[in-house]
């Protein structure tokens, strides 16, 4: 035999072993449409979402709602957790990114859906309305979160999305009939404009020379939260309006409006003020006065949000001051957070075992998975 000929002898041999490993292999280990929880005989739990499921600026993932409510409730072994939550996902890109079809893929149980924040424009009041808020521009911050409140098409598309991704709910449960769907609304991560009356007058009379000019901008914060505070509550009125049918339609057990909204009333996000003045006196011979303000909480002191970066944007709204020139100024906003901290998301997890179709107390979620403990409506303390 020639060399040449050898050498293709060689090689066919080796394509043909390596044919036959191939077709052995494939016979062996075929790929499987049983997602591998299942397989390993686990309950599966989907948590599908956005930046909140996905636990954006937690320092550990075991601290995310979905992981919490595996941990403290569902039970592990027995039940395996997917979240799917991503950063900027909106209830569009949910359906059209792939998420919608990963959820139906694997087969859940119990999925949740925390989606709607993120859409443009609503992603507005955890953005560029938040960066007013914190930078003292309350007039603008109001204008902001009315444009959110009334932009039809935004509420409209929402309420689109969420007929399409429950539509596939609807089939899903179709080959999965113990599965139950908790959908998710949003808390207000702000004070109440309530609340931030009686502090306006704290921060602003020690400033003495510029109290007249601090006062009329900080009456203007009430009218910016309330603003924010209707946009939030719009959002997630659509949002249960979506789910409204599919509850009421055949079938409507398995479907779960989970309210957290009301349980972070009064762990609102941390808003830390204080303003440093500097004012001469030419009345006075040139003397030379500070005035600051002491640090007053405008915000709630049990927070549930994580601290954010603080705010430095000068305070020029003081000018002019009454007496005087005022020579130097300066603020900072601290802690101000939209993200649920970890004490967040325990509520959230929490909340979503607990959640109620109908009344609260009569037939909670954990009831429709055949967990028999005692229901309460006295969580998230």
Not at 130 to 159: M, P, R
Not at 170 to 198: E, F, H, I, S
Request: aromatic residues 8%; charged residues 15%; hydrophobic residues 35%.
């Amino acid at each position: 035999m020639t060399d040449t000929k050898r050498r293709t002898y060689v090689v066919r041999l080796l394509a043909t072993a390596s044919a036959v490993a191939f077709l052995v292999a494939g016979s062996v280990a075929a790929p499987s449409s049983t997602p591998p929880a299942q397989a390993a005989g686990c309950r599966i739990y989907v948590a599908s979402g956005d930046d909140v499921t996905n636990g954006k600026e937690l320092d550990d993932n075991a601290k995310r709602y979905p992981e919490r409510l595996l941990e403290d409730h569902l039970g592990s072994p027995g039940w395996c957790v997917y979240n799917q939550g991503k950063n900027g996902v909106t209830s569009a890109t949910y359906i059209s990114g792939g998420s919608m079809s990963s959820a139906y893929n694997m087969r859940p149980d119990l999925h949740t859906i925390m989606l709607g924040e993120q859409n443009k424009p609503a992603v507005d009041l955890i953005d560029s309305c938040f960066s007013k808020v914190k930078d003292h521009q309350f007039a603008e911050a109001a204008a902001c979160a009315t444009a959110v409140y009334g932009n039809t098409s935004l509420w409209t598309n929402i309420k689109n999305n969420y007929t399409t991704l429950l539509a596939t709910e609807k089939t899903m449960a179709a080959q999965r009939p113990g599965l139950v769907v908790g959908v998710v609304n949003y808390p207000n991560p702000y004070p109440r404009a309530v609340d931030v009356y009686g502090k306006i007058q704290q921060l602003c009379t020690p400033l003495i020379d510029t109290m007249p000019t601090c006062t009329v901008r900080w009456s203007q914060l009430p009218a910016a939260l309330t603003a924010i505070d209707q946009a939030i509550a719009k959002l997630n009125t659509t949002i249960k309006e979506s789910l409204a049918p599919y509850q009421s339609g055949p079938g409507g057990w398995r479907y779960v409006y989970v309210d957290v909204a009301p349980k972070f009333v009064d762990h609102c996000m941390s808003m830390k003020v204080q303003i440093k003045t500097t004012v001469e006196h030419p009345e006075l011979m040139g003397q030379v006065h500070d005035h600051n303000s002491p640090t007053i909480n405008f915000g709630c002191y049990d927070t549930w949000f994580v601290k954010g970066q603080t705010g430095y944007y000068p305070p020029t709204y003081l000018i002019p001051a009454t007496p005087g020139v005022l020579v130097n100024l300066s603020q900072t906003t601290e802690d101000m957070g939209v993200m649920p901290n970890a004490d967040g998301h325990q509520c959230i997890a929490d909340a979503i075992w607990e959640a109620d179709t109908i009344d609260p107390g009569t037939t909670p979620l954990k009831w429709k998975l055949g967990y028999g403990e005692a229901s309460t409506t006295d969580y998230c303390n």
